[in-house]
């Protein structure tokens, strides 16, 4: 579904096939859109989940503003996060999130990454390392058995 940015006001919509590969999907209509930004006066921003971020879509996201999730799959995305812990220069937006500006330049476009760390992320991951660490150890007294 693709809406306006003033109220997401439905402009497009199509259903593909759910095996469809959502990169080649975004592709085609991230051209279609840039052709049809070029017409229009106001501000244009692109907004999308994380499979935008392609470097199959870099030729056209360097026409265009977009907002976006950068895969995890990126290791500038892990070095950005490491860099952010390290450098530990958090701005706090409340007492629940905080967030750091890096400048970076990837897939040859210039962007503005904003790295948010929020408290119920942290539990949720901490919790989730329990489970693994619980799981594995269940695992391993299981095969030292046998």
């Known amino acids: 579904i693709i809406v306006s940015q003033d109220g997401g ?11 469809s590969a959502d990169t080649a999907i975004f592709k ?5 859109l840039v052709d049809e930004f070029k017409k229009s006066q106001a ?5 999308a989940d994380c499979k935008l971020y392609h470097k199959s879509n870099a030729e056209f996201l360097t ?20 860099t ?11 007492d629940n999130y905080q967030y750091v500006i890096e400048e970076v330049e990837h897939m040859g476009i210039k962007q503005r990454w904003m ?4 408290k119920a992320a942290n ?3 901490q919790k989730s390392i329990v489970r693994q660490v619980e799981r594995a150890h ?5 095969d030292l058995f046998h």
Request: aromatic share 10%; proline share 5%.
């Open 63 to 82: 026409k265009i503003q977009f907002l976006t999730l950068v895969p995890s799959t990126i290791s500038l995305e892990k070095f950005s996060i490491s």
């Open 28 to 32: 085609a209509r991230s051209k279609a």
């Open 123 to 125: 539990s949720r991951a």
């Open 43 to 47: 501000p244009k921003y692109l907004v």
């Open 138 to 142: 269940t695992g391993i007294k299981k």
């Open 84 to 94: 952010a812990i390290t450098a530990n220069q958090w701005v706090n937006i409340d």
């Open 115 to 118: 790295i948010i760390y929020s």
């Open 9 to 19: 006001i439905p402009l497009a919509c199509k259903n593909w096939d759910g095996n």
